[in-house]
């Protein structure tokens, strides 16, 4: 396994300044570095990724969201998924699934890979995953809940926490009712997205609601929804009365997402493009020790580079090329090139501007 080198002087300097910025926050039995998390996200919330993001000031994270019923048939993809890197320190393994009984088996097995906690699905809106009544379906009938929680609760001894939506759709807001259910049951803290199923990842999240949410609610609450750039996630950082905030979709494009928020105006620094290519260097490392071949592993490392690549000059043409490109070392030696390239352009990326809205759990 990759030793856990750090990044290069330069940019590990800037790194260790504004983690030692954060405050450490506690929700139910659990502790976090910091109150920004990163969210679960299908097939990118991997254990390198999260590692990675660890190393770049996530307070804690989440696992892409992993089939109960996968798990329970021994279904080997899905049981690579169950993998944590040693090297991770605030991890919760997510599930999701519609029978308790079913969930509670695929619980006890997942405990046993040692993640913090386990989190429960409950706010993917994706057919495939609502038409089984797994997902954001739970939401529909609250009176199930109970058994739902407590069945699962009794099968762990690691914390049960939740992850929801604010309702099914726009007549029926029940987070509130489903969070005081989960109180009941022992489940730790809430995660919350500002949608509504019916909304997916379209519009913009509610926050005057997750606002009440965080004032009104027994548990502790994250905040979810529309924190993709560094103004948005600051300005909620202090005005906020959730306990934590969740990041998903904005530390694809702005990695540094969960640093640059503590910067102050009278820092002299500010993350360059080179910078950007050293975090790209570094999630290739992390991923050489689970990727099955070069070619599994470019894929992957593909997408990353195209969303990294945002908010820089000549973005299209960087993607067609790299679109273009077989070969993982010569996609590496082009990504070299055109960062380098870029020499000390700052990104520029626009609060609640479209992106990845068909879906990622």
């Known amino acids: 396994m990759t030793k856990n080198a750090p990044f290069t002087p330069e940019l590990q300097k800037k790194i260790d300044i504004l983690k030692a910025r954060r405050k450490p926050i506690q929700m139910g039995s659990l502790s976090f570095d910091s109150p920004l998390l990163l969210a679960p996200m299908s097939s990118i919330g991997t254990a390198p990724f999260r590692l990675l993001m660890e190393d770049l000031g996530a307070g804690g994270t989440v696992s892409e969201l992993i089939s109960c019923h996968g798990i329970n048939y021994k279904n080997v993809r899905t049981t690579e998924m169950l993998k944590v890197d ?174 640059e928020p503590y910067m102050l105006p009278t820092d002299d620094m500010f993350f360059t493009p080179e910078d950007h290519l050293e975090v790209i260097k570094k999630l290739i490392e992390y991923s050489r020790d689970y990727a099955h071949s070069d070619h599994t592993l470019l894929v992957s490392i593909r997408k990353h580079l195209i969303w990294m690549a945002a908010g820089y000059n000549n973005v299209s043409y960087f993607r067609d090329l790299i679109f273009k490109t077989p070969d993982l070392n010569e996609t590496i030696k082009i990504s070299e090139e055109f960062f380098t390239s870029l020499k000390d352009q700052r990104k520029r990326l626009q609060d609640h501007d479209s992106f990845m809205t068909s879906g990622h759990g």
């Open 86 to 259: 040693p090297r991770e320190k605030n991890i919760g393994l997510q599930l999701f699934g519609e029978g308790a009984e079913a969930m509670a088996e695929a619980a006890k097995v997942a405990e046993s890979f040692n993640p913090k906690f386990i989190d429960i699905n409950m706010g993917c809106p994706v057919k495939k995953v609502v038409g089984t009544g797994a997902g954001s379906s739970l939401l529909k009938d609250t009176s199930t809940l109970p058994h739902f929680f407590s069945t699962i609760k009794k099968a762990i001894k690691l914390p049960l926490t939740i992850k929801i939506r604010t309702g099914w759709d726009h007549d029926t807001i029940n987070a509130l009712e489903v969070i005081h259910i989960a109180k009941e049951e022992g489940i730790e803290f809430v995660a919350v997205h500002g949608r509504t199923r019916a909304q997916q990842y379209t519009g913009l999240a509610n926050w005057e609601y997750l606002e009440q949410l965080g004032a009104k609610s027994p548990l502790d609450i994250i905040g979810n929804g529309d924190l993709h750039t560094v103004s948005f996630v600051k300005e909620k950082m202090n005005t906020t009365k959730c306990t934590a905030l969740m990041l998903g979709r904005g530390p694809l494009r702005n990695p540094f997402l969960f640093l």
